[in-house]
């Protein structure tokens, strides 16, 4: 199938940057894209909503004989998550910290390590960061205690000095170390996530069901002959909750218009599918698994830290969909096929810049470049079933992979 016109709607994740960091990111990724494979690329200036809850900007690119046109919607989260940010770091920490004490108790966290080791360490780091900046902090505090002893000061003055020091500086130590551990950040999306799965941010219940009937509305209007859905890191189980709440307002959704795919790239499903209260999310996963005119491609990089791979959105869930299941598509995309190696080796181990490649530009031609999905002529489908043929509109062809895409059952076995 050839697409001459495309509706991408971009579900970010739990990230406080917003609409012109990510407006910036994209525009410049395109050219680089534009650039490799040859092509013409316009980006136009994004325009928002009368809410301010999303914004719109399109794209036209020209390539070897072919020509799209893209409306891109990318749907904003920025100001609820500031919110969240705005928080006191003691209340941060405090909240954080005992989260992540009940998501052990309650057998979450060790099904994480057992699911996905590499994602149980990273969900562990920020409270290794506290242990060791605790450490640190408690270094002046036994200092300040030993200095009011030789002094002649009472034992509850010693302890209330004591304890008033390593407060303050485990506080600064949090605070201006923030920008390399990114500790705080990291429990401010624990907090989120919990909260999310016990349905104790109706905020965003509401925002995510604006966006359904957005979803809705675009499939009912738009001229387009595809609409993706692209659900980065913890945009992947926001933009599952999307997808199932428009089917439920639409249950022939892809039937009619245009045809309807959810991409997640890079996804966490299970830090919600793995808690206990998160039962409508789990439902609202075998009802994707089993839609009919929805089609649900999940990409997973082993190198990515910060996604699980591999892993099955479905049976890893517990969810038995029985034989008529025909969702997800499981992709496993390798990095280091599309960086040079030179640039890849220096940013292999930068954990953020190696989650973020799923929607940064390839330095080397590779079927599953980002912005070779939303603004090539291929649907994205067909590119799964054929990546060597979707290449091919862009650089010639290519020897097919023999193995083919890793298909979802193929996970299951």
């Known amino acids: 199938m050839r697409v001459q016109r495309r509706h991408v709607i971009y579900v970010q994740g739990y990230d406080p940057r917003g609409l012109a960091q990510y407006y910036r990111l994209f525009r410049t990724e395109l050219r680089k894209s534009a650039a490799l494979y040859g092509l013409q690329a316009k980006v136009g200036r994004p325009q928002s909503a009368n809410d301010d809850t999303m914004a719109t900007w399109s794209i036209e690119t020209q390539g070897h004989g072919w020509q799209t046109h893209v409306t891109?919607?990318?749907?904003?989260?920025?100001?609820?998550?500031?919110?969240?940010?705005?928080?006191?770091?003691?209340?941060?920490?405090?909240?954080?910290?005992?989260?992540?004490?009940?998501?052990?108790?309650?057998?979450?966290?060790?099904?994480?390590?057992?699911?996905?080791?590499?994602?149980?360490?990273?969900?562990?780091?920020?409270h290794f960061v506290l242990l060791n900046l605790a450490i640190w902090s408690a270094l002046p505090a036994w200092g300040v205690g030993t200095i009011a002893g030789y002094l002649g000061a009472t034992t509850p003055f010693k302890w209330i000095a004591a304890i008033a020091v390593f407060l303050a500086a485990l506080w600064a130590?949090?605070?201006?170390?923030?920008?390399?551990?990114?500790?705080?950040?990291?429990?401010?999306?624990?907090?989120?996530?919990?909260?999310?799965?016990?349905?104790?941010?109706?905020?965003?219940?509401?925002?995510?069901?604006?966006?359904?009937?957005?979803?809705?509305?675009?499939?009912?209007?738009?001229?387009?002959?595809?609409?993706?859905?692209?659900?980065?890191?913890?945009?992947?189980?926001?933009?599952?909750?999307?997808?199932?709440?428009?089917?439920?307002?639409?249950?022939?959704?892809?039937?009619?218009?245009?045809?309807?795919?959810?991409?997640?790239?890079?996804?966490?499903?299970?830090?919600?599918?793995?808690?206990?209260?998160?039962?409508?999310?789990?439902?609202?996963?075998?009802?994707?698994?089993?839609?009919?005119?929805?089609?649900?491609?999940?990409?997973?990089?082993?190198?990515?830290?910060?996604?699980?791979?591999?892993?099955?959105?479905?049976?890893?869930?517990?969810?038995?969909?029985?034989?008529?299941?025909?969702?997800?598509?499981?992709?496993?995309?390798?990095?280091?096929?599309?960086?040079?190696?030179?640039?890849?080796?220096?940013?292999?181990?930068?954990?953020f810049r190696v989650h973020f490649q799923f929607v940064m530009a390839s330095e080397r031609p590779h079927p599953f470049d980002f912005y070779s999905i939303v603004c090539g002529p291929v649907a994205l489908p067909d590119r799964v079933t054929d990546p060597a043929a979707a290449l091919a509109t862009a650089t010639g062809p290519l020897k097919p992979n023999p193995t083919g895409p890793l298909s979802s059952t193929a996970l299951a076995r």
């Open 72 to 126: 891109y919607d990318f749907l904003r989260w920025e100001d609820l998550i500031k919110g969240d940010f705005a928080a006191p770091i003691w209340r941060t920490v405090l909240h954080g910290f005992t989260i992540y004490c009940r998501a052990f108790l309650a057998g979450v966290i060790p099904r994480i390590w057992k699911a996905h080791w590499r994602f149980g360490m990273f969900i562990t780091y920020p």
């Open 173 to 351: 130590l949090l605070k201006y170390t923030e920008k390399r551990t990114y500790a705080l950040y990291l429990m401010s999306d624990t907090i989120f996530t919990w909260q999310f799965a016990h349905r104790a941010r109706p905020e965003w219940d509401r925002r995510i069901d604006r966006f359904a009937q957005h979803l809705v509305e675009v499939a009912r209007t738009s001229d387009a002959e595809e609409i993706v859905v692209v659900g980065h890191s913890s945009g992947s189980f926001l933009g599952v909750e999307i997808m199932a709440r428009a089917l439920a307002i639409d249950p022939d959704l892809g039937r009619h218009g245009p045809r309807v795919v959810l991409l997640t790239l890079g996804g966490n499903l299970p830090i919600v599918g793995f808690i206990p209260a998160s039962e409508s999310f789990r439902k609202h996963l075998g009802q994707l698994a089993v839609a009919p005119a929805v089609d649900w491609i999940d990409g997973q990089s082993r190198k990515d830290v910060m996604n699980f791979y591999p892993f099955d959105p479905i049976s890893g869930h517990g969810i038995d969909a029985g034989t008529a299941r025909r969702n997800p598509t499981v992709v496993p995309i390798r990095f280091r096929d599309m960086i040079d190696p030179s640039h890849y080796n220096r940013f292999r181990w930068q954990f």
